[in-house]
């Protein structure tokens, strides 16, 4: 009898583990589906004063993504482009292509609380992470994501709010190694496209700094179309920067 | 007594050259020792200081510690309207300090890129004195970037080339441009050639966004010996409390604290010297009373007192010390003084101790007067303090014994 | 006859018990300071040496031609490992090691700092300069993507035993990777460029991690003492860049150059005026004593013997004076060679330049045979002009004359 009662506890937990990871990759197809397309406004707040950026954005997979601002006019035409874990990025005004050396890929990118980094590790979220459900209110879940032993990654920890209903997280903290909160994530504003479901509000700061946060909302989101191979070539830096 | 000192002197010849010798030498050594000493640390410091660093630099707290366009200064003209009423204040600058990425072809290298103000570093600081090809920078500069040595060749770059620069403006936002090399400096400080360049600030407060801010203001002295009270002055006439005014001592505290380290062992065995000098006085003075004993057992019972022995000895050792000190400070000065106005010059010290960061081949000798002072008094106080055990040592007879000794 | 000699000068040097002593003691006193200065200079130039030896370039290193102009992936010696072995069976090697090193960013969840990899073998670094001696905190152990911070990176990074870094670079195909270590142990090697920047890890994890040849290594650092391996590994590697410890810190090489010339130049005039002491008080006390050699000569003695007498009370002097020296030094030394000075107020300075806050003496022979010389050659030099007086001397107006 206890034989059974342990064997379906062991069952039960499997599920539960296997129910994180399910809703993980769920979550992770939120913001990928095969390919998407997001035209994007970014604006970064800090110090009392503001300032928007505009852009569009290619990716395809986990690995390929092209990134081109629209806005501001002076920074209008600037691309990024990154293929697996390289970046590169081209200025019209001084029409050169640089590579992004691995000692700027930590630095923040265009000013904002994102990192370079955080731009192009965007799939290592199910890779380098094992999630665990913590706590269930309703329909929403937060897992807490540990990093698998040896995964190159900073973060202590994350925690993920995710509805279950949308597949979409509402509150992301990421802590140190010590469990201290770094920086957040919040999302809002959900909408559904196709078969997808995104947030198309989302904000960024950093725990320890008042006043200062990086917000994105979505204008325009399409999932699954025909991205041209091109773009996630290097020429396309200065093709598609026009 | 006294002229019994005085006839004494003249007597016992041997004794009064030697100690007379002795103590010239003695003080020579000392106040050349320390003066060389004092002199090129305070070259040292002011060569490094030169380099860059200002003698009194204003930041707004925390910009040290954390930096980034947060902590910059935001209104520079409100805080240079108050250093121009400081008279001790003979020039200052505002800088704008940035770190991004030049990049020539496929060679880049993160480089810190400063906003300077040509015209006010030309006193301020030796960058323009560094130039080793090319022009230094002016007004009228435009793009113009003034490179270091080994950042030139890291970037495998010429005078003339252009290169791109990628960074971010005090917003925040994304600034690049294309540089042309107009200029080259060597400062002799590996670090320092190897990554930092500069470009004049009516064209970079365009780019970065920069009018009226700045990373730091600095400022260049009349005098650097006043720069501690000088601080005081500005910071009272700031009253900010998210200002903060340092001066090079806390700017530059690893290398001050080395000089200490260099002086204290300096005095360790200039301690030596006067040690073994002072020995050997008082080995001159012993002999020559331990052979006076008779002499003295005499003027003992003729009713001199024991005070008198002393003032006795004291005047002999006090007309000997004066003698020679006389001598030996003037000649000891004027050393000093002339090589404090003409350094010693060895060609290639400064290669050699280059990454200690001497830059410089001179070797000037420190002018005190103050110090010059203390110096002699020490060997007035070892002279004195040379007599007292031959003193005991005469008062140890009594006078009959005396009058005996052989 | 000699015996005589002997026993006069003995008691003769010891007619004026206060001015011999006087001597002795500024002999003894001024000799062990200088000693004691000596031994402190020389303790910290060696203590950087030895630090610098031991952690880093050991007395000879090898690279591959370009790599120290360029220390890139692409210039590392081939069949190194090889290369180590056969260099391991020549005459005078001591120790051998290999190392692969690399430049790239280490990173914490809040900061981030340029970084060395440095891949190490740990136990043959413990045979080659005792390593484990360098640790400051933790315990050395690189197993499972365990890593050895230098300190002050650890302080920049805040982080300590236990933390967990990130470091990224770009491996041999020219990608970006990254790789999580885990902090064991802080060391302080006063080097300053190993403090400042490395992280150590295990030297084949390193190949793994960069998808190098674990045939290859970037350096092989040599222990040993042998004047003629430098050569002889000069000729048998020509195709490599062979360079001694000399060669590769030029400022520790000027250091030592400096402090030469600081220690001769205080013996010579430490000596000089010793020598004008043991002159005064050898001179008063031959003047003193003229009537009695004007007895002796013209009692028939031979001026040689006086001669001989007045330099033997000269050496007796010299000797005593030495030994009390020799007795106060060495127990100085021995003192700072255990306990150091303290200069732990300036620790912040020291360690910027690569030096202990404690600074240890070291004792060297040559300090005291030295000082012999010199102090024989300062109480014989000492009595040649009171002897010349002596020798012209009429022995009868002496004994005529009054003093």
Not at chain 3, 329 to 355: K, N, P, Q
Request: net charge neutral; with cysteine; proline share 2%.
């Amino acid at each position: 009898m206890s034989k059974i009662i342990l064997i379906v506890f062991i069952f039960m937990l499997d599920l539960a583990a296997d129910e994180a990871h399910e809703i993980i990759k769920k979550l992770d197809e939120n913001f990928r589906g095969k390919n998407i397309y997001m035209k994007l406004n970014m604006k970064i707040v800090s110090m009392g004063h503001e300032r928007v950026m505009k852009m569009q954005s290619y990716s395809q997979g986990t690995k390929k993504s092209f990134v081109k601002i629209i806005y501001p006019p002076k920074d209008e035409g600037i691309t990024f482009l990154s293929l697996d874990r390289e970046m590169w990025q081209y200025v019209p005004k001084i029409e050169r292509i640089i590579k992004i050396p691995p000692s700027m890929m930590l630095q923040k990118w265009m000013g904002s609380d994102i990192t370079n980094d955080d731009m192009v590790k965007q799939s290592s979220i199910v890779e380098d992470y094992e999630p665990k459900i913590i706590k269930r209110e309703g329909s929403v879940v937060t897992i807490e994501l540990t990093p698998k032993e040896n995964a190159p990654v900073v973060w202590g920890k994350i925690t993920l709010n995710i509805d279950t209903t949308t597949y979409t997280s509402h509150k992301d903290i990421f802590y140190d190694e010590e469990g201290k909160e770094v920086r957040y994530f919040i999302y809002k504003d959900v909408k559904k496209v196709g078969n997808y479901y995104i947030p198309t509000y989302w904000r960024v700061q950093s725990s320890d700094t008042e006043g200062r946060y990086t917000e994105m909302i979505l204008e325009e989101v399409e999932y699954d179309t025909k991205i041209s191979e091109e773009y996630f070539t290097k020429s396309a830096l200065k093709r598609f920067s026009k | 007594m006294f002229k019994l000192a005085f006839k004494n002197i003249l007597f016992y010849k041997g004794r009064s050259i030697a100690t007379a010798v002795l103590t010239f030498v003695s003080t020579m050594l000392f106040i050349l020792y320390i003066s060389l000493q004092d002199g090129s640390h305070n070259s040292m410091l002011e060569n490094s200081l030169k380099i860059y660093t200002g003698a009194i630099e204003i930041y707004r707290k925390d910009y040290r510690d954390i930096g980034g366009n947060e902590y910059l200064i935001q209104d520079v003209k409100a805080i240079t309207d108050k250093l121009e009423k400081i008279d001790a204040i003979e020039e200052y600058s505002p800088r704008y300090e940035t770190y991004g990425l030049l990049s020539n072809k496929e060679y880049s290298a993160a480089s810190m890129v400063a906003g300077i103000e040509p015209n006010k570093e030309k006193l301020l600081s030796s960058l323009e004195s560094a130039l080793i090809e090319g022009s230094f920078l002016d007004e009228g500069s435009a793009n113009c970037i003034y490179i270091g040595a080994e950042l030139l060749k890291k970037l495998k770059l010429g005078i003339g080339d252009e290169v791109a620069f990628i960074g971010s403006a005090s917003d925040g936002s994304f600034a690049a441009d294309m540089f042309k090399v107009c200029g080259v400096f060597k400062t002799g400080s590996f670090e320092f050639d190897s990554s930092t360049s500069f470009v004049a600030r009516s064209y970079f407060d365009e780019l970065m966004n920069a009018k009226n801010r700045a990373s730091y203001i600095t400022l260049k002295l009349k005098n650097i010996e006043d720069a501690d009270k000088v601080n005081e002055q500005i910071i009272s006439m700031l009253d900010d409390e998210n200002l903060e005014s340092l001066t090079w001592k806390t700017l530059m505290k690893s290398m001050v604290e080395i000089m200490e380290i260099d002086a204290v062992f300096g005095y360790i065995s200039l301690s030596l010297f006067m040690v073994v000098i002072f020995f050997v006085i008082m080995i001159y003075g012993f002999v020559n009373v331990s052979s006076r004993i008779k002499e003295f057992g005499v003027l003992r019972c003729i009713g001199l007192s024991k005070r008198n022995i002393f003032l006795l000895l004291f005047y002999e050792i006090a007309l000997l010390s004066i003698f020679a000190t006389l001598l030996a400070t003037p000649i000891a000065a004027y050393i000093c003084y002339y090589y404090n106005i003409n350094p010693i010059v060895i060609d290639g010290i400064a290669d050699m101790y280059k990454d200690y960061g001497i830059v410089s081949d001179e070797i000037p000798f420190d002018y005190n007067l103050f110090t010059i002072g203390w110096n002699v008094g020490v060997i007035y106080l070892l002279n004195f303090l040379s007599i007292l055990y031959p003193y005991m040592y005469i008062n140890s007879f009594r006078p009959i014994e005396a009058t005996r000794h052989v | 006859m000699y015996k005589l000699i002997l026993k006069l000068a003995w008691k003769n040097s010891f007619l004026r018990r206060s001015r011999t002593l006087l001597v002795i003691i500024m002999i003894a006193v001024s000799m062990s300071m200088m000693l004691a200065i000596e031994g402190i200079y020389d303790g910290m130039v060696e203590n950087m040496v030895d630090k610098n030896k031991r952690s880093d370039s050991g007395d000879i290193s090898i690279f591959a031609k370009e790599y120290r102009i360029n220390k890139d992936l692409a210039y590392m010696i081939k069949n190194a490992d090889e290369i180590k072995a056969q260099i391991e069976n020549m005459q005078g090697a001591q120790a051998v090691v290999l190392r692969v090193k690399a430049e790239g960013l280490l990173s914490t969840a809040r900061k981030s700092s340029f970084a060395s990899v440095v891949g190490i073998d740990l136990q043959a670094e413990e045979r080659f300069g005792k390593f484990s001696e360098f640790l400051k905190e933790g315990s050395i152990d690189l197993q499972k993507q365990g890593a050895i911070v230098g300190i002050e990176l650890a302080k920049t990074l805040k982080v300590g035993v236990g933390s967990k870094v990130v470091f990224s670079t770009q491996d041999i195909r020219g990608e970006i990777n990254s790789i999580a270590l885990y902090v064991r142990a802080i060391v302080q090697t006063t080097n300053i460029s190993l403090d400042n920047s490395a992280i150590f890890i295990d030297i084949n994890q390193l190949h793994k991690f960069l998808g190098t040849d674990s045939k290859n290594a970037m350096q092989i650092a040599i222990r040993g003492e042998d004047k003629e391996l430098y050569g002889k590994l000069k000729i048998a590697f020509a195709n490599l860049d062979v360079k001694s410890f000399l060669e590769l810190q030029p400022m520790i090489k000027q250091m030592q150059d400096l402090m030469i010339i600081f220690n001769s130049v205080t013996f010579l005039i430490v000596m000089g005026v010793v020598f004008i002491g043991i002159f005064g008080v050898m001179y008063v006390s031959i003047l003193d004593r003229v009537r009695e050699f004007g007895i002796m000569i013209s009692v028939g003695m031979h001026y040689k013997y006086i001669r001989l007498q007045i330099f033997l009370e000269s050496i007796v002097i010299g000797v005593l004076g030495y030994l009390s020296g020799a007795v106060l030094g060495a127990v100085l030394l021995t003192y700072l060679e255990h306990y150091g000075i303290d200069l732990s107020a300036f620790s912040d300075a020291l360690a910027t330049w690569g030096y202990e806050a404690v600074i240890y003496a070291t004792i060297k022979v040559s300090y005291f045979t030295t000082t012999l010389g010199a102090i024989m050659a300062a109480s014989i030099f000492s009595v040649i002009i009171p002897l010349r007086k002596i020798k012209k001397l009429n022995p009868i107006e002496v004994i005529k004359a009054e003093k």
